[in-house]
Structure formats: structure tokens, C-alpha cells
């Protein structure tokens, strides 16, 4: 992906948007502090990057609000133009057309979408599958150039719903239904899944394999070994807290660590 064996995403969690309840009405800041980010990320070497509303808590179910959607256009716009990386999007929880509307207007590289098949229970309730209605938006937005990477079996959910189906049986079925990458997690954010699920993974599809929690220096080269991309967020940020900005340093080492 992105011209490497195993790229490098840098996750941009962008301060609270117009639409969340913790929202400062300043929109310019907001820009700055993700543009801040986003060069520090290309700086110390990252393949790509994605921008997230992780700081819109608590999330609707589904959808975002139009302002919302319309400013994190805005910021997503000014990243890529700033840095002229590859960058996608992600709108929590599960906001995927919302986020498919984001990277058309700002003429994005790739989504990060969960709740594309099967159903799923996170924390703000029951999510149903989107893949019908996301592929077929992008295909009459004629934007199939924007790929569709998908979480399965994704952290802060609980997945009794679909037990008896495995990690393995999923990526299949994502890639079945046309996912472009599929996303592997570990429980929760800075938690990362165990090596072995994806090299189980890598074996079973055709598509890229991404490791998106818990990527840290130590393990970074384990799972390069099999993953095509790792994003990365917590162990990107000052004190390892996903709240704080970006430690150009800590990208540094991880950069240094997955080309070892």
C-alpha cells in the first residue's frame, strides 16, 4: 500500500466538531491544531494519513450532523492539501455515507468504515451493515477511486451477535462484498490484536490487511511481517495519550522501528 511493503498511516484525531456537544465554536483552531498534526506526522516520515472525529463523544449511532460532515470536509481539504499525502477519513459511529460525502468533496484517498457487514453492538447500540448502501453511493458518485478499508470484529463492540462466525469467515465476507482492505483491532483503543490473527487473515484474502489499535515500536516489526499498512494514533502522542498532539519523536521511532 502506498508504494510500500508495509505503509505507515498517521492518525489525525481532529478536536471536537460543530454537531458534538463539546464543540469550542472555533473552527479555525480546530484547522490549525489538525494541520499542526498532520506536519508532524509527514515529517517524521508517515506513508499516509486519516482524520477522525474521535473527540465527538458521545457518538451518534449511524450519521453524523451536517455541520459536522461539512467541517470535517473542510479540515480533511486542508490536511491533504497541506501535506500532499495520501489521506482518508473515518466519522464516528459508523457516519460511513457521511464520511463517503467527506472524501468526494475533498478529494480523499480512502474511508475507514465499521459496521459494513454483519451487525455489531458498540457502545451506542445495535449497528447494522452498510455495505449495500456504501458501495452503491460510491458507484453512482462514480468515486470508486476512493477505497473502502473496513473494521471487522472492531474494538469497543461486542460481537455475541455473529460468535459463531470467525475472524477469518468475516474478512471473506468483506472482501465478498467488495471491501477494499479489511481493519484488524485489538479490544479497545491502544490494545492491539494478537500477530497471529493477522497472519490468519492475510491468508484467507487477497485484499490488504490493516492493523488499526495498539501499534507501539515494540511490536510494530511483528506485524509487518504480514500486515500491509498499521495505523497509528495512541503511541503516536505526547505521553502515549491519544487526547494530547502529536510527538514527532514518538513518530520517529515508530517510522525507525517498522523500517529496522
Known amino acids: 500500500m502506498f508504494g510500500k511493503k508495509c505503509s505507515l498511516i498517521g492518525c489525525i484525531h481532529v478536536q471536537a466538531l460543530p454537531g458534538a ?3 469550542s465554536g472555533q473552527i479555525d483552531e480546530i484547522i490549525h491544531t489538525a494541520l499542526w498534526d498532520a506536519s508532524a506526522y509527514k515529517a517524521a516520515g508517515v506513508d499516509a494519513l486519516i482524520v477522525e472525529n474521535m473527540h465527538d463523544v458521545p457518538y451518534l449511532r449511524g450519521h453524523v450532523e451536517p455541520e459536522t460532515t461539512a467541517a470535517m470536509a473542510v479540515i480533511a481539504r486542508a490536511v491533504k492539501a497541506e501535506t500532499k499525502l495520501p489521506t482518508g477519513v473515518q466519522l464516528l459511529a459508523a457516519a ?42 460510491r ?7 476512493i477505497k473502502i478499508f473496513v473494521d471487522i470484529k472492531k474494538k469497543h463492540s461486542a460481537h455475541a451477535l455473529t460468535a459463531d462466525v470467525s475472524l477469518s469467515e468475516t474478512a471473506r465476507d468483506a472482501q465478498f462484498f467488495r471491501a ?81
Not at 101 to 121: K, Q, S, W
Not at 186 to 192: I, K, M, R, V
Not at 231 to 255: C, H, M, Q, Y
Request: proline fraction near 5%; charge should be negative; aromatic fraction near 6%.
Open 21 to 23: 456537544a463539546n464543540y
Open 96 to 137: 460511513n455515507l457521511e464520511a463517503l460525502g467527506v472524501a468526494v468533496a475533498a478529494n480523499l484517498d480512502f474511508l475507514r468504515v465499521e459496521g459494513f457487514i454483519y451487525a455489531h453492538v458498540g457502545d451506542e447500540g445495535i449497528h447494522q451493515s452498510c455495505a449495500a448502501e456504501l458501495i452503491r453511493r
Open 139 to 145: 458507484a453512482n458518485l462514480k468515486a470508486e477511486s
Open 180 to 260: 477494499d482492505g479489511v481493519i484488524i483491532t485489538g479490544a479497545s483503543t491502544g490494545y492491539p490484536p494478537p500477530p497471529q490473527q493477522i497472519a490468519q487473515v492475510k491468508q484467507e484474502v487477497s485484499i490488504p490487511v490493516l492493523v488499526g489499535s495498539g501499534v507501539t515500536p515494540e511490536n510494530i516489526g511483528h506485524f509487518a511481517q504480514f500486515a500491509d499498512a498499521v495505523i497509528v494514533g495512541t503511541s503516536a502522542k505526547f505521553d502515549g495519550n491519544w487526547i494530547n498532539a502529536v510527538d514527532p519523536k514518538r513518530v520517529e521511532n515508530l517510522a525507525h522501528a517498522l523500517a529496522v
